[in-house]
């Protein structure tokens, strides 16, 4: 029979493993302080775009750092992020800093591609830019990217304009600078068969051990 440290090992073990198996981690972390390459994850994440406008670093958020800044975005053009999420699942694109100068296009979109750069795209979900720094007019909900989306290598997620309205409603045609900060996906670590064998063995080894030990009549001993 086990002893009462080994219990609480085994405890403390079988109570931590499904923990383990389900926390949520950082798979890719944008920050652009004066680059494109992930702080994490760089081999597993790119980032480009298709407005063919100056590309930058500029420090338009309180307290932020820098963020990238390309120009000349108008209606149908987009940032791009390539996601390889081999061996990870329940993927999210978190909340992420995003702002425009006047002349850049008000309404965009989040498409993504569970099936590489040929697409089909799919409309996730939509937002608008601001033109100031404030956090609450610059913060951009995050997403679930949603089950499709697990152990898949061919993740491809756009930040699409969708109209040439302006952000400071001016008539002309929308062509302006979009600039992006703080991009990061998440998600849980598949569990290999072994994982499921050990907790599924501990759970077996607990309930042994507390048939054994419970009150009441005498019984057959389990082996």
Excluded: C, K
Aim: charged share 10%.
């Amino acid at each position: 029979m086990p002893s009462l440290p080994t219990q609480w090992s085994l405890l403390r073990l079988l109570a931590g493993l499904p923990l383990s198996v389900m926390a949520q981690t950082t798979l890719v972390s944008y920050t652009f302080e004066g680059t494109t390459i992930p702080v994490v994850g760089s081999s597993l994440s790119t980032v480009t775009w298709n407005s063919g406008g100056l590309t930058g670093y500029a420090s338009p958020f309180s307290s932020q750092g820098q963020a990238l800044s390309v120009g000349n975005f108008q209606v149908s053009e987009y940032y791009q992020f390539t996601l390889n999420a081999t061996g990870y699942g329940n993927l999210v694109l978190n909340p992420f800093r995003a702002n425009g100068s006047g002349t850049a296009p008000l309404n965009w979109r989040i498409a993504t591609s569970l099936a590489g750069l040929d697409g089909p795209f799919a409309e996730a979900a939509t937002f608008t830019l601001a033109a100031n720094s404030a956090v609450d007019s610059t913060t951009i909900p995050g997403l679930e990217l949603g089950a499709g989306a697990d152990n898949n290598a061919s993740i491809v997620l756009r930040l699409i304009a969708t109209s040439s309205t302006r952000i400071d409603g001016n008539p002309a045609a929308a062509s302006g600078t979009f600039r992006l900060d703080n991009i990061s996906f998440t998600g849980t670590a598949i569990p290999e068969p072994a994982t499921y064998a050990v907790f599924l063995s501990l759970v077996a080894l607990l309930y042994r051990h507390w048939y054994r030990r419970r009150p009441g009549p005498a019984r057959s001993r389990w082996p």
